[in-house]
């Protein structure tokens, strides 16, 4: 049940947005083993001068930044990044223009229907 932020300079995504959010939506099928209906993706464009960026980076750097429950393993996070790279790649996005943050919480701490999530079945996985 992840909540997912992209964020990324304005002007080189143009009318492909959708597209960009369906494949880090199959990265995070794929590294995460979420379920296919688990959907909560955003994306923010910023002009030139409200985000600076490490040298050397290009036009297309972004930033991921993932809020998911704690138990994912490593391998888990190690199929994420690379499905990410591998899936940004079809956009001209080279793997060291991506950086990934991963926020873990306590599932307490993520209401979900007027519940915590840990009262909750959530139908998936975690631990995977």
Not at 82 to 111: M, Q, R, Y
């Amino acid at each position: 049940m992840p909540a997912t932020r992209i964020e990324t300079r304005r002007g080189w995504i143009g009318d492909r947005r959708l597209d960009i959010i369906e494949a880090v939506q199959r990265a995070l099928l794929a590294g995460l083993k979420i379920p296919e209906h688990d959907r909560c993706i955003r994306l923010a464009e910023y002009d030139a001068d409200a985000m600076i960026v490490p040298p050397g980076k290009g036009p297309s750097y972004l930033v991921i930044e993932i809020t998911l429950f704690s138990g994912r393993s490593l391998d888990a996070k190690r199929r994420l990044y690379a499905a990410l790279a591998e899936e940004l790649s079809a956009f001209g996005v080279p793997a060291s223009d991506i950086k990934t943050v991963l926020v873990e919480t306590a599932p307490e701490n993520w209401g979900l229907r007027g519940l915590p999530a840990s009262d909750i079945d959530l139908g998936f996985k975690v631990d995977v």
